[in-house]
């Protein structure tokens, strides 16, 4: 899945030509930051595979290089599954029409249209492979990342339409409130759904055996982590 992920980037480069920003235009969709988080949290998790000391039994516990470097992978797997969410359910649900009737006309249309249909389905299957091998449960305190990633790209979004005068997707039309209305319905339903995967998440996994390891509420309080 990780080499999968990796071909998104390919068919980006070889078919969705950079306009004016060149190389910048990759950093505008949100899809790509959320394919940028995706290939670190894949990465992460498949160093942390291999790493018995500070990724093994009791690691936790001795060691507070564990401790840091497990609260940095738990941080990139919860914000992987929360950006996949929003991206794979907008476009699949609400947005493919629309992205394909700007993007799939011309020479290099399919192209075009295989990189919509990857970017927006490889990296969500990735993400969910992923929550279903790791023993890692998502941690419910984490919706606030929602919130701060809405914040983050909102406000970058709407610089880039004061800087340009480019809408960058039709729901974020900054010339009135429906821009700030949509983001903040999608940030609540976004941190609804997390809230309930949580739920989901900490009955399935074998890792809720409390005698195991430290939870992460133990480990703020005694690290501060």
Not at 29 to 37: E, R, V, Y
Request: with cysteine.
């Amino acid at each position: 899945m990780f080499m999968m992920t990796g071909v998104c980037y390919v068919t980006y480069f070889m078919f969705m030509q950079p306009n004016n920003q060149g190389a910048f235009d990759f950093f505008i969709p949100f899809t790509n930051w959320t394919l940028l988080i995706t290939t670190v949290s894949l990465w992460t998790t498949i160093k942390a595979s291999g790493d018995q000391i500070n990724f093994g039994k009791d690691s936790l516990q001795t060691s507070d290089t564990a401790c840091y470097m497990q609260a940095r992978h738990h941080m990139l797997y919860s914000v992987s599954i929360i950006c996949n969410l929003i991206v794979t359910f907008i476009y699949w649900y609400l947005f493919r029409d629309e992205q394909k009737g700007i993007h799939c006309d011309g020479p290099d249309g399919w192209g075009r249209c295989l990189h919509l249909e990857l970017v927006h389905s490889v990296p969500g299957a990735a993400v969910l492979i992923n929550a279903l091998c790791t023993n890692c449960i998502l941690k419910k305190e984490n919706w606030k990342f929602i919130t701060y990633m809405t914040i983050l790209y909102g406000l970058f979004t709407w610089a880039y339409f004061l800087t340009t005068g480019t809408q960058q997707y039709s729901f974020l039309d900054y010339n009135n409130g429906d821009a700030f209305k949509n983001l903040f319905m999608i940030n609540f339903g976004a941190c609804l759904v997390y809230i309930i995967a949580c739920v989901f998440d900490e009955k399935i996994k074998p890792i809720n055996d409390a005698s195991s390891i430290y939870s992460y509420n133990q480990l703020d309080k005694r690290n501060q982590v």
